[in-house]
Each structure stands twice: as structure tokens, then as C-alpha cells.
């Protein structure tokens, strides 16, 4: 699954490229780059609680505008989802589902402030995520999930980007699933919406990078 990731990482890297070699309207209308940074995650629903699990994210993106404060971004990412128990400090016991995904969010993006260097963005929108590992850490063990995450993941992404300069900026975004990504094995309330099963949300720190 990861050469499939990094062969679409270069597919955008190579359209962002070209799109930057066009003539000097192309240049004006397309921007891309590269983006890193951490993420902090829960699931809604798995009775552990708390933003405990660490992980990482990082991929691609491509911006188009359309007007001087209004555009759209996709960018394709690796990120790290799941949760995580804190460290028992006397016995040392740990539990985490630990969750990799292969995401595509979609964000419409307005500029608060038009100033550069300075400049903040708000953005917004939503994301498909496709899962390809899945288990369970317990104590330096890994075990199978049962039930099994589902292998898509989709949701929505909010956030502020704020632009140190022209070609980089340092993003705040929080994440959440509108389906579930796991049934409820004990659900009480069938009418309840979050009780009809487990639920990704995430905390991301990242930076990126233009060319």
C-alpha cells in the first residue's frame, strides 16, 4: 500500500511541478508543495478517553484560487490515527488502536488578512481516508481489532493556516468523522448517533512548504 501512496505523492508533486513551468497566468493560478507535522488523536466511543495517542501526518498539496481572498485546496497525506491509554505509572500497562491512512482532504480557503508576510487563512472541508493497517498495542504486543475498523474513513476538517511567509506557513486543524468507522459492539441507544459506533478525531500541528 505504500509504494500506491508515494506513486500518487509524485503524480501530485509532478502536476504541482508542471503547473509552476507553465506561463506566468499558470504560475498565478496554481501553488503546491509539501506538508508535515504531528497529530494527537481519540475515538469517539472506545472508552479509553483523552488526546494520548501521538502520531505524525505528511504528503502533498495543490492550491487554486479564484478570488483574491477565496480558493480551494487537496492535498494527499499519510497520517496516524487511533487512541491510546495513558502510561500506568505502577504497573506500566498500555493499550492503543493504532490506525494508518492513506487521506484526501478537500478544503475551501479564505484569507482573513490579505497582507503577506502575516497573512491568515480559514479553512475547510471535507476528507476520505482510506485505512490500510490496523491492530491493537498492548503492552509491546500487537493484536487483531475485532470488530474491525472499516476501510474508509470520511469526514471533515477545520482549521486556521497561518503564512510566516509567501511560501510557508504553520496550519492548526482539527478533524472529525460524520460516519462511523466502527460498529458499537455494545451500543445501548440505537437511536443514538454516537452510540452507533466509533469515531476518528484528531488535533494537527503541520507545516507547509511551498515551491
Given at each position: 500500500?505504500?509504494?500506491?501512496?508515494?506513486?500518487?505523492?509524485?503524480?501530485?508533486?509532478?502536476?504541482?511541478?508542471?503547473?509552476?513551468?507553465?506561463t506566468?497566468?499558470?504560475?498565478?493560478?496554481?501553488k503546491?508543495g509539501?506538508?508535515?507535522g504531528?497529530?494527537t488523536?481519540?475515538?469517539?466511543?472506545?472508552?479509553?478517553?483523552?488526546?494520548d495517542?501521538?502520531?505524525?501526518?505528511?504528503?502533498?498539496?495543490?492550491?487554486?484560487?479564484?478570488?483574491?481572498q477565496?480558493?480551494?485546496?487537496?492535498s494527499?497525506?499519510?497520517?496516524?490515527?487511533?487512541?491510546?491509554?495513558?502510561?500506568?505509572?505502577?504497573t506500566?500497562?498500555?493499550?492503543?488502536?493504532?490506525?494508518?491512512?492513506?487521506?484526501?482532504?478537500i478544503?475551501?480557503?479564505?484569507?482573513v488578512?490579505?497582507?503577506?508576510?502575516?497573512?491568515?487563512?480559514?479553512?475547510?472541508?471535507?476528507?476520505?481516508?482510506?485505512?490500510?493497517?490496523?491492530?491493537i498495542?498492548?503492552?509491546?504486543?500487537?493484536?487483531?481489532?475485532?470488530?474491525q475498523?472499516?476501510?474508509?474513513?470520511?469526514?471533515?476538517e477545520?482549521?486556521?493556516?497561518?503564512?510566516?511567509?509567501?511560501?510557508?506557513?504553520?496550519?492548526?486543524?482539527?478533524s472529525?468523522?460524520?460516519?462511523?468507522?466502527r460498529?458499537?459492539?455494545s451500543?445501548?441507544?440505537?437511536?443514538?448517533?454516537?452510540?452507533k459506533?466509533?469515531?476518528?478525531?484528531?488535533?494537527q500541528?503541520?507545516?507547509?512548504?511551498?515551491f
Amino acid at each position: 500500500m505504500m509504494r500506491y501512496f508515494c506513486f500518487a505523492l509524485l503524480c501530485a508533486l509532478s502536476v504541482t511541478l508542471t503547473a509552476q513551468q507553465e506561463t506566468g497566468s499558470s504560475r498565478r493560478n496554481f501553488k503546491g508543495g509539501l506538508v508535515a507535522g504531528g497529530v494527537t488523536s481519540q475515538i469517539s466511543g472506545d472508552g479509553l478517553g483523552g488526546w494520548d495517542k501521538f502520531g505524525f501526518t505528511a504528503g502533498a498539496w495543490v492550491s487554486v484560487p479564484f478570488t483574491e481572498q477565496l480558493s480551494a485546496t487537496m492535498s494527499m497525506k499519510f497520517i496516524n490515527k487511533g487512541s491510546r491509554t495513558k502510561l500506568d505509572t505502577l504497573t506500566y500497562n498500555t493499550f492503543g488502536y493504532y490506525l494508518n491512512y492513506v487521506e484526501v482532504p478537500i478544503w475551501l480557503c479564505y484569507s482573513v488578512s490579505k497582507k503577506e508576510p502575516g497573512k491568515m487563512v480559514v479553512n475547510l472541508g471535507p476528507y476520505a481516508g482510506y485505512l490500510f493497517n490496523q491492530k491493537i498495542v498492548a503492552n509491546g504486543f500487537d493484536y487483531p481489532i475485532n470488530p474491525q475498523f472499516e476501510s474508509i474513513d470520511i469526514g471533515i476538517e477545520a482549521g486556521v493556516s497561518f503564512w510566516v511567509t509567501p511560501k510557508f506557513s504553520v496550519n492548526f486543524m482539527t478533524s472529525t468523522s460524520v460516519l462511523p468507522t466502527r460498529p458499537n459492539p455494545s451500543q445501548v441507544n440505537p437511536l443514538s448517533y454516537y452510540e452507533k459506533g466509533n469515531y476518528n478525531q484528531t488535533l494537527q500541528l503541520t507545516f507547509c512548504k511551498g515551491f
